[in-house]
């Protein structure tokens, strides 16, 4: 069995701001874990993916994530916040059993505020 | 290449009508699935084609809907009848390769915009 946990259903940054939206796994198996950015009305874009090669994942748009298993966490994080990164994100997790049942957290939405 | 492609982007039944949602993936994707969000709530998985076959269908909530892919190229998702807890937007995505794929990622899935159902 797999889940996800994203704390913070809504996250409000200032322009120019640390990002930080967390997300908490639990998994049977080594674990992929994913970030996907939904803008409205378009469909979900992956930003980036563990898959167990290095923890700390550079994605697209800035925004990286940092596997720590004993943590369980894949927390996503942006060094500087723009408008155009106010969107909805979605953590996921997937098992290792061959292809990609994906489960995902509730997601976060973030604001940027200018 | 084209992106996957679900048609239609929104729609609006009467409950007890019928709706079908239409998945077009990026070509050569073996792998099709279908998910589904009701609003406040996570992204559910329903099911998941490898090309004509059902792989893995533990996800639909019950008889009423009955997912098909034709030839292995685009899939339909139908509600019949629908009922009002159906409404959510309903995600296609597809990926490459078979079941069994490495971790390389040979799998990460491409989603579509979803098609948003609406049971009045």
Request: glycine share 10%; net charge positive.
């Amino acid at each position: 069995a797999q889940s996800v946990t994203q704390l913070g259903s809504h996250v409000s940054v200032s322009e120019g701001a640390l990002v930080l939206l967390r997300c908490n796994y639990s998994s049977s198996v080594p674990p992929y874990l994913f970030w996907y950015v939904q803008y409205p009305n378009q469909g979900l874009q992956l930003l980036l993916k563990y898959t167990s090669a290095a923890t700390l994942v550079k994605g697209i748009n800035g925004f990286e994530a940092e596997f720590k298993k004993s943590e369980t966490s894949f927390h996503l994080t942006k060094p500087s916040a723009h408008m155009s990164d106010a969107a909805e994100y979605l953590c996921a997790v997937a098992s290792s059993g061959g292809y990609q049942k994906v489960t995902f957290g509730i997601g976060t939405k973030l604001q940027v505020i200018p | 290449e084209a992106g996957v492609t679900q048609f239609p982007s929104h729609s609006v039944i009467e409950k007890g009508q019928t709706v079908t949602l239409r998945c077009d993936p990026i070509s050569g994707h073996d792998n099709l699935y279908w998910y589904r969000r009701v609003m406040g709530k996570e992204i559910k998985f329903l099911l998941h084609f490898v090309k004509e076959s059902k792989q893995d269908e533990s996800g639909m909530p019950n008889n009423r809907f009955l997912a098909e892919r034709t030839g292995g190229t685009y899939s339909t998702l139908k509600v019949q009848p629908a009922e009002l807890e159906d409404s959510g937007v309903y995600f296609c995505a597809s990926s490459r390769g078979l079941a069994g794929g490495s971790r390389s990622g040979a799998n990460v899935l491409t989603f579509g915009a979803g098609s948003r159902l609406t049971v009045l």
